[in-house]
């Protein structure tokens, strides 16, 4: 069973930095995109950014300029794949649980890693 892990949540002032990481337990067959989603409690997940494997980057407009996502990493070597997402000038409303996704032949999701922005 293929897990997703996200590590690198936690509090930060308005203004601040985060750097979310995901790595995949093991490769995953087929993989053609990854991305990450966030969700505030009684709303829907939503896109926060996704990168293709070709390279193709798309991010919400309420992050552009200030969220980037890495092109994820496909080693060959340790066959695991792995997405980050750098967060500058982070809001109040980046409030949220974010989700790492992996699109293949099904979707695999993380656990959820929570990013609080005081202000």
């Known amino acids: 069973q293929v897990q997703l892990v996200e590590s690198g949540g936690g509090l930060v002032q308005a203004g601040g930095s985060l750097r979310l990481s995901c790595a995949a337990s093991?490769?995953?067959?087929?993989?053609?995109?990854m991305g990450w989603f966030r969700q505030t409690p009684g709303n829907q997940r939503e896109l926060v950014a996704t990168?293709?494997?070709?390279?193709?980057?798309?991010?919400?407009?309420?992050v552009k300029g200030r969220f980037t996502i890495s092109p994820f990493t496909i080693s060959m070597d340790n066959a695991k794949n792995t997405v980050y997402l750098q967060m500058n000038s982070l809001k109040p409303e980046d409030t949220a649980v974010y989700y790492c996704?992996?699109?293949?032949?099904?979707?695999?999701w993380g656990q959820g890693t929570q990013v609080t922005v005081s202000s």
């Open positions: 996704n992996a699109l293949a032949l099904r979707s695999y």
């Open positions: 093991r490769s995953i067959f087929s993989i053609t995109m």
């Open positions: 990168i293709t494997s070709g390279g193709s980057t798309n991010y919400a407009d309420s």
